[in-house]
């Protein structure tokens, strides 16, 4: 697959629709897929948190998830076609495992939250893409346990709603475990967005790379951190980076 390398990230270069397709290939050869999506403050994170490079870089597939990161592409001279938002690409693919008869694992979040997705997607779809559900909160040794189970749920889709770099690293270091299932993906706070505990921001905002303000707006004591000062490091490496390279 076409791809580019920036700040220390490989992404793949890759329109939402090229992405779903090599998915659902993927998944009809029945063989295994490692997604994973990154954003302004991942890239940053991934500066110094090596065993996050490794985790993210080693995964067959990368997406740019943050709209500053198609931005930076372009400025450093290595333009991605577009933004292939992990929340974006969760729902089309729940919509694809209707479609298809896929089976579909849910983990993370807390366990109310988790609920309310699998019964928004049931209603919405049925109960038949359903693999299994579990909360995102456990302990370290209960890991490997974990990824037995999904494997051995029929799943053939899961996704991951726990925090960076948890999840990444959980997806890593279980990817031989979890051989059973043909996709797994991190998606971070989609769990939230799709219970309806948290709300996107518009489609302007969306389009505008204004997502992060709208969510900083509605949690700002936890997101500030995240935002703020992730954001000005993340121009600072772009800014670094397009004068060095010259």
Not at 6 to 23: A, F, G
Not at 46 to 63: A, C, G, P, T, Y
Request: aromatic share 10%.
């Amino acid at each position: 697959m076409n791809k580019i390398k920036i700040l220390n990230t490989t992404i793949h270069n890759l329109s939402m629709q090229e992405t779903l397709q090599d998915i659902e290939r993927v998944i009809e050869s029945k063989k295994q897929l490692h997604h994973v999506v990154v954003n302004a403050g991942k890239i940053v994170a991934m500066q110094d948190d090596l065993q996050l490079r490794k985790s993210v870089n080693e995964s067959n597939l990368i997406n740019a998830d943050g709209q500053a990161v198609v931005w930076a592409s372009k400025i450093l001279g290595k333009p991605l076609k577009e933004r292939v938002a992990g929340i974006d690409l969760m729902v089309n693919l729940v919509e694809l495992a209707a479609k298809n008869n896929y089976k579909i694992f849910f983990l993370g979040a807390k366990e109310e939250v988790v609920k309310t997705v699998v019964n928004v997607y049931t209603d919405q779809y049925s109960s038949n893409i359903i693999a299994g559900y579990r909360n995102g909160y456990f302990k370290k040794d209960e890991e490997q346990e974990i990824a037995k189970q999904i494997s051995n749920s029929g799943a053939n889709i899961l996704f991951v709603a726990i925090s960076s770099p948890t999840k990444e690293n959980f997806l890593y270091e279980n990817k031989t475990l979890l051989k059973g299932v043909n996709f797994v993906m991190g998606v971070g706070g989609s769990f939230d967005v799709v219970s309806g505990k948290v709300k996107r921001a518009p489609i302007w905002m969306q389009n505008c790379g204004l997502e992060w303000f709208y969510r900083f707006v509605q949690e700002p004591k936890r997101m500030w951190k995240r935002y703020l000062v992730g954001n000005t490091k993340f121009i600072l490496l772009v800014i670094k980076e397009r004068f060095t390279k010259q």
